[in-house]
């Protein structure tokens, strides 16, 4: 079956550095991939989808320059969270289109720790 | 827009009983999908099962099974015999309107005590 990988699980980082997580589709191409943001006990909210060659398209509300995002080839999109601080402390998971899960197989998850 | 709503926050079924967990949506369109997802506390999202809008069957997927009643906009995902395994954070999910990505509900804790 698809599997989309991410790495790394877990990140803990100094305030004010950058953080980059990647996802990576396996065993199919994804022109299509999407960053979700997590906080605990909620829900998955999408932050932005990943265009493989074109910019992401980000939802309202969330910060284009603090959630950097990059497409530049089929199977691999990154996220790279900037001059992180506490409230950046978060799961993030990706997913990306596939056609043998109707189209959405998602990473394992990276819980990110600021401090 | 699309609406995807799970009231229970918690539920608790003991082993080998069968549970409900509940999904009402909300959408304008005449074609679309529903997902459930299961997510451990591991945190990672496994697929569950899938319903299309135009599927005449309810799906089922092993001791996972769909109750789609389309008039009342619901598809409440049953699970058959629990097990210990069971225990984690149910999404109910479908794909936004005209576009690939999903929006999921609030999520339903479930935990299956022995």
Known sequence: GAVVSQHPSRVICKSGTSVKIECRSLDFQATTMFWYRQFPKQSLMLMATSNEGSKATYEQGVEKDKFLINHASLTLSTLTVTSAHPEDSSFYICSAGDRANYGYTFGSGTRLTVV | ?114
């Not at chain 2, 909300?26 to 599927?55: A, C, H, N, R, V």
């Not at chain 2, 008039?71 to 690939?100: E, T, W």
């Not at chain 2, 990505?101 to 804790?109: D, E, H, N, S, V």
């Open chain 2, 1 to 114: 827009a699309q609406k995807i709503t799970q009231t229970q926050p918690g539920m608790f079924v003991q082993e080998k009983e069968a549970v409900t967990l509940d999904c009402t949506y909300d959408t304008s369109d005449q074609s679309y999908g529903l997902f459930w997802y299961k997510q451990p506390s591991s945190g990672e999202m496994i697929f569950l099962i899938y319903q299309g809008s135009y599927d005449e069957q309810n799906a089922t997927e092993g001791r996972y099974s769909l109750n789609f009643q389309k008039a009342r906009k619901s598809a409440n995902l049953v699970i058959s015999a629990s097990q210990l395994g069971d225990s984690a954070m149910y999404f109910c999910a479908m794909p936004h309107s005209g576009y690939n990505k999903l929006i999921f509900g609030a999520g339903t804790r479930l935990a299956v005590h022995p």
